[in-house]
């Protein structure tokens, strides 16, 4: 087994507990954001006498915010990661696993793969990429003996969230989040199964089916109500509380009609709300209020 990524102290540390149960593991430190990787991965398996066999495209991150806000180069960097590199690793060795007529690909895709998902538009859309990608392919290499699965999980729990700060959203805190290891499981036994696609959770695959039927207008609408940063605010943009507003506005009335012992027609009061006591401007416009009765 040959394990990629960058965290090389994080890699070993996995490929000693690998190799204590008996199987032969190596260490590839690249970073898969960049466009040499895919060679490099190939070249550093051919000096090791070794082809891919089975590909498990996983590395992947997400980034939360206004896609006009946060650094271009971060976005592209995660586009890299999430699709670029997964189509060029797929490229690369499925030929190989054809002509050989076994092995296959497991993509690690996401429930977010079925809706546009505003705040996060980079990373649904690469998702929603990875989903279409890997169904596409694995109807094309059908009766080959190589087989293609997407794993789409829900949210699980994993250093993705304390990655990326999508964790407070109000989405994110309504979603149960999954164990790795079972979700991990039960996409490789989809893999060894045949499986095109995987979403190891009851509530996931409902919620893709809804997905599925609803419309993406509306899509949009329910995800960017529901994944909101809880922006930081000022004293001065803080919205005030409903309770407070209806307070706000029966004082005015009772103001208004005890003032003058009648109900004014609400046609008569001024069109624009008159300010509060503590608002510039109070005295003379409550007193013009007063005097239009
Ligand atoms: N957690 C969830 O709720 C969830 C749900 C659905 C799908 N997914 C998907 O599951 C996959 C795995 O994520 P996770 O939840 O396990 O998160 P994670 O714990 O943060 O793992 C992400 C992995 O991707 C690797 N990676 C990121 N950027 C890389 C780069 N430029 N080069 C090489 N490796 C890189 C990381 O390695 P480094 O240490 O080198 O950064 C890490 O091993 C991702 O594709 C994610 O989109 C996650």
Redesign the pocket.
């Known amino acids: 087994m040959v394990l990629?990524?960058?965290?090389q102290q994080?890699?070993e540390q996995v490929a000693a507990e690998l190799t204590g149960r008996g199987t032969q593991t190596a260490v590839l430190c690249?970073?898969?954001?960049?466009s040499q990787?895919g060679g490099q991965i190939e070249r550093a398996l051919a000096d090791r006498g070794l082809y891919c066999d089975v590909l498990i495209?996983?590395?992947?991150?997400?980034l939360f915010g206004p896609a006009a806000e946060m650094d271009r180069d971060d976005q592209l960097?995660l586009f890299?990661?999430?699709a670029r590199?997964l189509t060029e690793l797929t490229l690369r060795f499925l030929p190989g696993m054809v002509a050989r007529r076994r092995g296959g690909i497991l993509n690690?895709?996401?429930?977010?793969g079925y809706t546009p998902g505003p705040n996060m538009a980079v990373?649904y859309a690469?998702?929603t990429y990875v989903r279409s990608f890997s169904a596409a392919i694995s109807a094309e290499v059908e009766n080959t003996g190589v087989t293609i699965t997407c794993?789409?999980?829900?949210?699980?729990?994993?250093?993705?969230?304390?990655?990326c700060a999508v964790g407070q959203t109000q989405l994110s805190r309504i979603m149960p989040?999954?164990n790795?290891s079972d979700?991990a499981e039960a996409g490789w036994h989809g893999f060894k199964t045949g499986k095109s696609l995987v979403i190891p959770r009851r509530i996931d695959r409902m919620i893709a089916a809804l997905m599925i039927l609803l419309p993406d207008n509306i899509l949009v609408r329910l995800v960017r109500a529901f994944q909101k940063a809880p922006a930081p605010v000022t004293r001065a943009e803080f919205p005030e509380p409903r309770r407070a507003r209806r307070f706000k506005e029966q004082f005015r009335t009772t103001d208004v009609v005890s003032t003058n012992s009648k109900r004014i027609p609400e046609t008569e009061l001024e069109e624009s709300p008159r300010p509060m006591p503590h608002e510039p401007g109070y005295a003379s416009t409550s007193g013009s209020a007063r005097s239009a009765s």
């Open positions: 990629i990524g960058r965290a994080a890699l690249i970073d898969l954001a960049s990787a495209n996983s590395a992947g991150f997400g960097n890299d990661v999430n590199t690690v895709g996401s429930l977010t990373y690469s998702k794993l789409c999980p829900g949210p699980v729990r994993t250093a993705f969230f304390e990655r989040r999954a790795a979700t």
